[in-house]
C-alpha cells in the first residue's frame, strides 16, 4: 500500500464537476453516436460527451497528479505506478442516448490493484454516491445519508439487477437464469444506478456477465463500505473486471454465486 496521501472528497468531486459541464447541457438533446467495435454486441455507442468528459477529468488529474497512472474507457491506459485512476466518463451511454437519468460518471483509485476510493455521480439528479475504506454515503439535495445494504438473506426474498438478458441469452451455461427464478423479482436496464441502488438498499442483487475494470472499480469501495460484497463469478476480487456479481451480504452472495456457478 502506498503511503501517499489519497486524494480528498473534494478532488472527485472537482473532476465529476468538470465532467458534469460537459454531458450535463448534451442529455436530451438527441445526440449523435459512433460505434464501437465489441464482440457480440450490436451496437456500442460512443459521443462527444463521452471523449470530452474523459478528456476533461484526465487533464486535472495529470496537472494534480502527474506521477499516477490513469485507465479510462475512451482513451485507455497513460503513465505507471502503483496508484491508477479508473474513469468511465459516461456508464451508461445508451440510457443517456434515451434520456433516462441512469447513466453516471465514474471514478475510481486504486493503490497496488485494489480499490480503495470511488465516487458516482448522477449530474441530472443531482446525486453522487462515494465510498473509501471507512464510508459510503449519497449525497443530494435532501442532504447526505449513509449508505447501507440490506439485510435480506435468502434468494426467495431478495431482488436481483441485471442492465440487459441478451448477455446471458448469448452464453451456454443456465446460471442466471435459475438464479432469476429463484429471486423475488429480476429488473433491467439500471447500469451503475443499480449498483448504487444495491449498497443503499434498495436491490440485494446485481449481476452482470462481462465489465471492464472501469465499470466496476469505482463502485466497489461504494458496495463494499455500504457493508456489500463484490468478487468474480470465480469469488475473486472485481477489479480486473469479467463475471461480476454484487450482493448485499456475504450469506447472500455465497447463495447466488453458487446458483450463478450451477450447470456451467
Given amino acids: 500500500m502506498s503511503n501517499e496521501t489519497l486524494p480528498s472528497l473534494e478532488f472527485f468531486l472537482g473532476l465529476v464537476e468538470a465532467a458534469g459541464r460537459i454531458t450535463l447541457p448534451r442529455f436530451r438533446t438527441r445526440l449523435a453516436a459512433d460505434a464501437k467495435v465489441k464482440a457480440g454486441v450490436k451496437f456500442d455507442p460512443v459521443t462527444d460527451a463521452d471523449r470530452e468528459a474523459e478528456i476533461a477529468i484526465r487533464e486535472i488529474i495529470s496537472s494534480t497528479y502527474p506521477h499516477h497512472s490513469i485507465l479510462g474507457e475512451e482513451f485507455g491506459t497513460t503513465g505507471a505506478g502503483p496508484i491508477q485512476w479508473v474513469i468511465d466518463p459516461i456508464d451508461g451511454t445508451k440510457p443517456y ?23 458516482m455521480s448522477q449530474p441530472y439528479t443531482g446525486e453522487f454516491f462515494w465510498g473509501d475504506q471507512s464510508e459510503a454515503f449519497c449525497e443530494s439535495a435532501r442532504g447526505r445519508s449513509k449508505l447501507r445494504t440490506s439485510s435480506v438473506q435468502a434468494l426467495p426474498d431478495a431482488i436481483c439487477h441485471t442492465t440487459s438478458p441478451e448477455p446471458f441469452a448469448r452464453r451456454s451455461d443456465r446460471g442466471f437464469a435459475k438464479l432469476s427464478s429463484a429471486v423475488k423479482f429480476t429488473r433491467y436496464g439500471g447500469e451503475c444506478y443499480a449498483f448504487a441502488m444495491l449498497a443503499a438498499g434498495q436491490i440485494d442483487l446485481c449481476v452482470e456477465p462481462s465489465m471492464q475494470p472501469y465499470d466496476i472499480v469505482p463502485l466497489i469501495p461504494i458496495i463494499e463500505s455500504a457493508g456489500g460484497v463484490v468478487t468474480r463469478f470465480d469469488g475473486c476480487r472485481a477489479e480486473q473486471g469479467g463475471r461480476i456479481l454484487a450482493s448485499a451480504n456475504r450469506s447472500l452472495h455465497e447463495a447466488a454465486l453458487e446458483m450463478l456457478n450451477d450447470g456451467r
Fill in 97 to 119: 442516448l434515451c434520456g433516462i437519468p441512469v447513466w453516471g460518471t465514474l471514478i475510481g483509485i486504486t493503490v497496488a490493484g485494489r480499490a480503495v476510493r470511488g465516487i
